[in-house]
Antibody, heavy 119, light 110 residues
């Protein structure tokens, strides 16, 4: 059974960078069938697709976040990561990592981790 | 990219059918057969209910069905049950090789 688990700080100061890691268990991140990505949800609000990557390192980003986002893969650890720079309170959200397949932004999800931006 | 447009809420009585719309553009919903629908109960992880416009993943009730016409996709819930009360989000692949979600719809079971 595939499992994804997010990890990282729950509190980030304004103007600093948010960094999260997603560890994939029960499947290989190097599978040619899937992409891997990040989705966020501000408290009480809707879902926002952040971006995704293929195990080769090819990335795709939400245009509205592209200037601040980096998603990277570490195949040796079966992990991928998210870095969001210059955060503000508007970046406070539950961040989910997910597996993407054939036009579906997420068929498997992590449990999500709340990241708050506050001084 | 702009979020796909969904009604804020849709309500119905148990046993009834309801339909949630999801309106985009020719650059997303209208251009691809890659529309998905997610159900999210409060405090829970979203669950994939429909993908490829009308395909139900294994384990999803056949009371849920999807369709698309032009730039608008729809999710229909038949035989509405109390457990269907949740938020629903559509999503679509886009011409920018990205994904976009809908604004979300709260389904209320009266």
């Amino acid at each position: 059974q595939l499992q994804l688990q997010e990890s990282g700080p729950g509190l980030v100061k304004p103007s600093e960078a948010l960094s999260l890691t997603c560890t994939v268990a029960g499947g290989s991140i190097s599978s040619t069938d899937y992409h891997w990505g990040w989705i966020r949800q501000p408290p009480g609000k809707g879902l926002e697709w952040i971006g995704s990557l293929y195990y080769t390192g090819i990335t795709y980003y939400n245009p509205s976040l592209k200037s601040r986002v980096t998603i990277a893969v570490d195949t040796s650890k079966n992990q991928f990561s998210l870095k969001l720079t210059s955060v503000t309170a508007a970046d406070t959200a539950v961040y989910y990592c997910a597996r993407l397949i054939a036009g579906v932004p997420a068929d498997y999800w992590g449990q999500g981790t709340l990241v708050s931006v506050s001084s | 990219q702009s979020a796909l447009t969904q009604p804020a809420s849709v309500s119905g009585s148990p046993g009834q059918s309801i339909t949630i719309s999801c309106t985009g553009t020719s650059s997303d919903v209208g251009g691809y057969k890659n529309v998905s629908w997610y159900q999210q109960h409060p405090g829970k992880v979203p669950k994939l209910m429909i993908h490829g416009v009308s395909i139900r993943p294994s384990g999803v009730s056949n009371r849920f069905s999807g369709s698309k016409s032009g730039n608008t996709a729809s999710l229909t819930i038949s035989g509405l049950q109390a457990e269907d009360e949740a938020d629903y989000y559509c999503s679509s692949f886009t011409t920018s090789t990205t994904y976009v979600f809908g604004t979300g719809t709260k389904v209320i079971v009266l």
